[in-house]
């Protein structure tokens, strides 16, 4: 018998904790992904195009406003391409059957954490620890 298609997230949250990252949850985070996905080539394309054409000519003040632009461009282009790579490996965990479960020690993720963050890859204690030992290290490097 096939699993219901979840809609919304209301519908995945109601599911029982014993159906965590069953067929039907795996498909709700593989349409949700793919559709991040598409935006992301479409915006990526867009902010491509957007620098091709910030290439003018005009005096000083113009080019230093295109600079500008272009820098940010630039900017929110490479935002852009290493998040697609996020979702490219993340749909990659989750045809291998990883998608969910935390690279660190392999207890559940959790619903509400991948419905804010669908790339994550670490549970909430993980990436906790991860975040302290990076703070710890920044504070010990910059003294």
Known sequence: MPLPLIE???????????????????DFFRRRLLAEQAE??????????????????????????????????????????RLLRKIVGTLKRLNEGDYGFCEETGAPIGLRRLLLRPTATLCLEAKQRQEQREHHYARRHSA
């Open 40 to 81: 992301l080539e479409a915006a990526l394309e867009e902010t491509r195009r957007t620098i091709v054409d910030s290439r003018g000519a005009g005096d000083e003040a113009d080019l230093a406003a295109n600079e500008e632009t272009l820098g940010l461009l630039l900017r929110q282009a490479d935002r852009e391409t």
């Open 8 to 26: 919304d997230e209301s519908q995945l949250l109601a599911m029982p904790e014993g159906a965590y990252m069953n067929e039907a949850q795996l």
